[in-house]
């Protein structure tokens, strides 16, 4: 890829993410080892960078990656407790509102891990390329919760059955079933995933970046309203709803405490 290498900037002042810009590509990559779990220092960060790099003119995409092991485990389960999760979800949510409103192109580029708020981050980009060995799933059933953002847009993403039985179920999935059933553009090995995002944002670069934003803003309507009606609407129920369940509390708490969880139905 030809860039002007004046754009290069790795910002230290990020803790748990590498910012780098080489137009016309800005990369945000996951650095909170060991599997990129999604704190609320992150979304702060997250949030930072990309209202930083939405105001660069010469950047037209921006590429999510983590590590070998994780693209993202998901949100800290800490942050799913009664005393936290309006914070957690506030800020989580502000990252992902930034993500479908942004005029950059957004890819996601994923290996290993790919769970909970890790997928959902990954689900609303514009394009997703996936080893066809990554673990990609909702598993938020199994701690008594469920994925906000996926109920709201995953259905129009993968169908309503697909949805259904990820979120339900919280069945994992490799990178391959996710590529097939259209979670992901492309499912590949391990060492075939940088080629073609940097065969994709080569292709990117080469085309108006005006024409790209207005066009992803024509394309992603369906986006809009749905994060307009929707993700609202799905936050009140998991704030009014679920947290006011003692299930839900009891199988965060049965992971932290590394123990089965005691269901008690209500």
């Known amino acids: 890829m030809k860039a002007d290498s004046r754009f290069y900037m790795p910002d230290p002042t990020y803790s748990r993410l590498m910012v780098t810009t080489q137009a ?12 990129n779990v999604l ?27 983590g590590s070998d092991r994780a693209f993202s485990a998901g949100v800290d389960i800490a942050a799913h407790l009664p005393d936290k999760i309006h914070t957690m979800l506030a800020k989580f949510h502000e990252v992902i509102r930034k993500l479908m409103s942004t005029k950059k192109v957004t890819i996601a580029s994923v290996r290993g891990t790919c769970l909970g708020g890790g997928a959902e981050l990954a689900a609303v980009c514009d394009m997703v390329f996936t080893t066809d060995s990554a673990n990609w799933g909702f598993p938020e059933i199994s701690l008594g919760c469920f994925p906000p953002v996926a109920c709201t847009i995953l259905a129009q993403i993968v169908g309503q059955k697909h949805a259904a039985e990820l979120i339900l179920t919280g069945r994992q999935i490799s990178g391959e079933e996710a590529m097939r ?25 080469q085309l108006s970046p005006a024409a790209l934003a207005i066009t992803k803003k024509a ?33 965060v708490k049965a992971f932290l405490e590394k123990r089965p969880a005691k269901w008690k139905g209500k």
Do not use: H
């Not at 609320?40 to 997250?46: G, K, P, Q, R």
């Not at 492309?186 to 670069?205: F, H, K, Q, Y």
């Open 181 to 205: 059933i259209g979670l992901a553009n492309e499912a590949l090995p391990d060492d075939e995933l940088a080629e073609i995002v940097d065969d994709t944002c080569d292709r990117l670069g």
């Open 219 to 251: 394309l992603n309507t369906w986006d809009s309203a749905l994060e307009r009606n929707g993700l609202q609407r799905v936050e009140k129920i998991y704030e009014n709803e679920l947290m006011k369940a003692e299930d839900a509390v009891e199988g």
């Open 39 to 65: 704190d609320l220092e992150i979304m702060d960060e997250l949030t930072t960078a990309l209202e930083w790099i939405e105001g660069r003119g010469e950047i037209v995409a921006i590429v999510f990656g």
């Open 24 to 35: 016309p590509v800005a990369r945000i990559i996951f650095a909170n080892p060991p599997v």
